[in-house]
């Protein structure tokens, strides 16, 4: 019995880890978006982290609820869990997307009509689907991989798992080629585009979820060096002498999965486990709510009204997340009950 609650709280731990990696990836998101001069060029292809959250979704939702969806749980009530999640952030991005522009030069009917279908999360025919908070775009996306993965990627084996994966990446690499770049999916032209870096990194994720549940991998790399990796492959990114293209394809593709299964296979210290799980809880509404936050700032102008607004977007996340998720015990006793379950 006491050997059982050692290996959960073990993989329990690992699961935490990649709950830092998420936060961290929202802090590059945010860097992205800030263009801080040094620390925004750090960041040029920040938006490729989007492609880790995906991994990171698949990943998560698999080891937690496959099981469950095998005996029964259903697409519905799933789906309806997920929007009783996203909501509240959505509402909260939306929001203050609306209120960002208020005062400047557009028609006040057309803001309140796009306040209104955003909140509903009906993306828009132009080229920015969601305008009040455009990372909104990637959360519609994932919600639509959610269903997918509950009404029927949970029946799939791995290999036809793999397999969708591949034709995604395929048809990936050929998205990024034409276009030049990887940072697609925003518009509505785009979208195609977006659902196969849906189709590649989460479904890959729930790949991963089922060969770590079998192997339960030994750590690869000290735990700080695994949490830090992929942000750090982003910043070095631009520095390869590749089209940009060609060096986002190669990180979804190539990069982002093996640093994402050394992080899965990573066991931080106890005492890294609170700093980690605090990382976790405001990676969500700080993707949320940054963007709208960072337009805000704009009105003061110039590098320092960015970093207010760096500032002020990581308080208002905290403050959400203390509002919507309780106390980081919480967070403790739910990566429990993942790692149980797995």
């Not at 997307?97 to 057309?110: H, K, Q, S, T």
């Not at 990676?283 to 936050?293: C, E, G, N, Q, T």
């Amino acid at each position: 019995m006491r050997q059982a609650a050692t290996d959960t709280h073990y993989h329990s731990r690992r699961l935490v880890l990649l709950d830092g990696l998420r936060g961290l990836a929202a802090v590059g998101v945010i860097l992205f978006h800030a263009d801080l001069g040094g620390l925004g060029l750090a960041f040029p292809r920040g938006y490729l982290l989007v492609d880790l959250f995906f991994l990171l979704s698949g990943f998560v939702l698999a080891l937690a609820l496959e099981q469950r969806f095998a005996a029964g749980l259903g697409a519905g009530p799933f789906v309806r869990q997920r929007l009783r999640r996203f909501f509240p952030m959505v509402a909260a991005g939306t929001v203050l997307g609306f209120a960002a522009i208020l005062g400047r030069d557009y028609p006040v009917l057309a803001c309140v009509l796009t306040l209104v279908v955003s909140l509903a999360m009906i993306p828009l025919p132009m080229a920015t689907m969601f305008p009040l908070n455009p990372p909104q775009w990637s959360l519609m996306v994932e919600l639509i991989a959610n269903a997918v993965h509950a009404r029927w990627l949970h029946r799939v084996s791995t290999a036809g798992l793999a397999a969708l994966a591949g034709a995604c990446a395929i048809g990936l690499a050929a998205a990024f080629a034409w276009e030049g770049s990887g940072d697609l999916g925003s518009g509505i032209l785009q979208l195609p585009a977006g659902l196969l870096r849906a189709g590649w990194s989460y479904v890959l994720g729930i790949v991963l979820a089922r060969v770590w549940k079998v192997r339960r991998p030994v750590p690869l790399a000290d735990w700080r060096i695994a949490l830090a990796a992929p942000v750090v492959a982003i910043a070095v990114l631009p520095l390869a002498p590749v089209p940009t293209w060609l060096g986002d394809a190669f990180v979804i593709l190539a990069v982002f999965p093996a640093l994402f299964w050394v992080a899965a296979s990573a066991t931080p210290s106890q005492a890294g486990e609170r700093p980690l799980a605090a990382l976790g809880s405001i990676s969500f509404p700080l993707y949320a709510v940054h963007f709208p936050i960072l337009n805000a700032a704009d009105q003061l102008g110039g590098a320092t009204g960015r970093l207010a607004g760096v500032a002020m977007a990581i308080l208002i996340a905290a403050a959400l997340a203390a509002a919507t998720s309780g106390r980081l015990s919480a967070v403790f006793n739910n990566r429990r009950r993942v790692a149980e379950g797995a």
